[in-house]
């Protein structure tokens, strides 16, 4: 299951993300509302969280261009702010739920879940390239009768790929999207990471390898 949180204050962000992939979910975490929406639009999640007050493009437009796209994707709007107006501004928007500020954690996590199982029928819960697929749901990669289980940062990064086969990521790409920008980890990790993939692709004999573009990045392409 993969989250977008859009919200400014950082410290809150890093700690909701930190709940979330406790909790087995992969996270985005943006910081204004336009970035929310070049996010949005260019991945697939299964839950929305937004603050309303955003720089740039506030947590109300930007649901709003949400709603406007077409999407159902369920949305959960955070906010500083309690009064009646806002609230009810954010469910005429086409918000599902609504948490102010402040709020207790267990709370957070349960109002996550329940939205992110109603929109379980909705989300594509297996991914296959070739003769492997990957579980969403168990971090798990398949081949035939073979399988191997992945761990947070694994799954993240195979998921990125079978998402998107043959396109080239950048290595500072990589490193933005599944460690962040506030991540203190060396970029050499997703080095190291491809290569842990690697093996396990070899060891379930897979038609598929993370391949190398020299100077360029890597991509997920069939074997040769």
Known sequence: ????IAEDETELA???KFLLEKNKFTVDVVHDGE???TYFQS?????VILDIMMPKVN???????IRESGSGVPVLMLTAKTEIEDRVAGLEAGADDYLPKPFASLEFIARVKALSRRNAGYAQQRLSFENVQLD??????TCESRAVRLNNKEFQLMELFMRNPRFVFSTAHLMDKIWGQDSEADISVVWTYVGFLRKKLKQLDADMEIRTARGA?????SRE
């Open 217 to 221: 990045g890597y991509f997920l392409d």
């Open 1 to 4: 299951m993969r989250i977008l």
């Open 59 to 65: 947590g109300l437009d930007v649901l709003k261009q």
């Open 136 to 141: 969403c749901n168990r971090y798990e990669l």
């Open 14 to 16: 890093k700690g909701l």
């Open 35 to 37: 970035e929310a929406m």
């Open 43 to 47: 991945r697939d999640y299964d839950v």
